[in-house]
């Protein structure tokens, strides 16, 4: 019989439930995975299966992460019945034909399945270890299959994980001695591809209703089962103070509803979750749930059941991970370190070994001496406490940075991903082709957000390169592999007409870098000042806005629904379309890098992109168009050009470029030639 490879699309529904019974019957393996996991995979366009006879004897499951050109694959299954005919590899090279300009594929598999040599046999090698987060700890060996890209570095990757907390339904459902089949979905939390993406996390409250547990056996069972989970403990003022908010919300949105001792405990771990700093809470309570408005409301806590995190984990730690929406709503104050408060800061900022307390503080000390000019910098938050500190100085073509530690705080992991980008700008301005963080115990929160950004240990410290160039692949090459030299380091060879994804990698690794010749497109997006005032802080503000931290590195902007040929990855060109004062505006002020498209109704853009802060519930409905929905651009890494761009200009540059021109290209979003972008590009950062 003929055997068929095909991409199955969300239509397929007898092809998705084939897929999804052939899961089931080896769900002791390959980890539970919900229907609805399935077909999202396939509107992602990650489901691919084997067919003979209509009958699906294999399928691999795999997600395709907006922010990483990585794949990653969930589920490589083949009837046992048919193994043995290549069929794995089948689908393994399938994914790679489907998906060439990804980087390549990632996958985990227990080590106690002692399948490695097929993992190499299809082409795999080894890339590291991890512990599950199932009942017995099983160590996941990682597996990594190259599709012959530049690796810049890349093997650096972020750890920064999706920390959910969990109420007791889910808790039980994990760690109970119960084994029901509702739990199925609670369980696909700890499924082994999962291990790198999610971290669980309990309250006080899960605590208490584990106490008044009447089984003796349960009650101890559970509570041992407690470790390996981290543990949460908000101050119980603040918890309390949240709840009776939460309270008195649910009353006035539902008044049918009963306010009795369940509702009120479920509203603690609302409270809780809040109080502690997270935005994930994990349940299957249908009272919780119908509370998940408010809750997000009042405490900003995503109420989800587990097959939502399973699903939607990359998007739901983005949003954990980088929320510059409460960075400006947070008067934070930078300024130098003055002399004698050294011993004042070791309380707020980590260190480790011998560069604890009274060394750690002789250190900060020791860089406010000698012949080298180092600049101490630290930042507070709005009661004063500090929160971020980073010292620097530039050593020949190097921006050394011999501090860099951010202290325990909501916002920690979002400050430490703005400072490495403002550090990576302050290098650009000052002249600096390498980054080097010397600091022998970096913030562990900007270590783990360090492999993002392109930065790679050498000789035990991380290091970055700036590759100031904006051109060909191979003069792009030219300057990265100089700067590599000088590090006794290789970079791999780029290639002209890469692809968008990976071109984009090396644009984030070696930014500011621009490789022209590569398959990345370029549009130009025209903006009303009021919104680059806003996003951009350009035109100024008549009162400029405190820019302690910088432009936030990650935003959306939103515009009407119609499609103008957007893809993603991409490059943008902003364009002022008018100024406040007549003869002002109409100039191209700065690039950003396209990261995601969506287009949906304002309701739903809001609820997804709230965290990145500027626009509000009724500028993004003002967005919408006759069809009610609205499309968003996010975008990341923006510079705002020394010397913008004027219409004049960019109009002489486009016909240099023997381009069509005309004014209708600013009236909309519109893709635009790499040559022109480059003009316009190497134009804005003219010095001359």
Known sequence: MTIKLVSVSPAQDELIDKAVAL????????????????????????????VESDEVIGYALFGLPKRSARIRLAHLC???????RGIARRLVQGIKEQYPQRLGIKAKCRRDYNLSGMWRSLGFVPDGEVRGRGRDGEILDGWWLDLGHPDLFTEMESDALLLVTVDHCVFADLRGLADTDDAEESRALEAGWMADLVELAYTPQLVHQIRDLTDTAERQHQRAALTGMRKLAPDSAAVDERSRELLQAAKQAIPALTVDAELRLHLRYVAETSC?????????????????????????????SPSTVTLHADELRQAQVYRPADLM??????????????DELVAFFHQSGGDDGSPFAERLRSLNEGAVAWRRELLRDGQGRPVAL?????????????????????????LARQLLFLIKRLGRDCGAEIIRISDPHPSETAKSAAGDDGFFEHDGRLVALLVNACGTAAEVEAVASGLARELTVETTALRVGMPAEVAAVVERAWWPAKVIDSELPSFLVPIKPRWSTELFDVPTMLIPRSDVLGISREHVYYRSSGRRGESVPARLLWYVSEGHFPGEGQM????????????????????????LGVYGRAEVQDAADASGRAMALRFSDTEIFPKPVTLRR???????????????????LSRISRELFQAVYQEGHRTT
């Open 329 to 342: 709503g947070t008067e934070f104050r930078s300024g130098e370190v003055a002399p004698g408060a050294e």
């Open 23 to 50: 899961g089931d019957r080896y769900t002791k393996t390959l980890g539970l995975l919900t229907p609805p996991a399935y077909r999202k995979a396939a509107e992602d366009g990650g489901l691919l299966a084997v």
């Open 390 to 414: 980073y010292a620097w100085a530039l050593d020949g073509r190097t921006l050394v940075v011999p501090v860099l530690r951010t202290a325990s705080h909501a916002l920690e992991e979002t």
């Open 650 to 668: 960019l109009t002489s540059l486009a016909r240099e470029q023997g381009l069509p021109w005309s004014p209708s290209s600013l009236i909309s």
């Open 276 to 304: 502690a700093g997270l935005q994930v809470l994990a349940t299957r309570e249908p009272l919780l749930s119908r509370l998940a408005d408010i809750a997000w409301d009042v405490a900003r806590v995503r109420v989800v």
């Open 588 to 611: 191209v002020v700065g690039s950003s890098r396209l990261d995601e498209v969506l287009i949906d109704t304002p309701l739903t853009l809001y609820s997804k992109f709230e965290h």
């Open 78 to 84: 083949v009837a046992e019945e048919q193994r043995g």
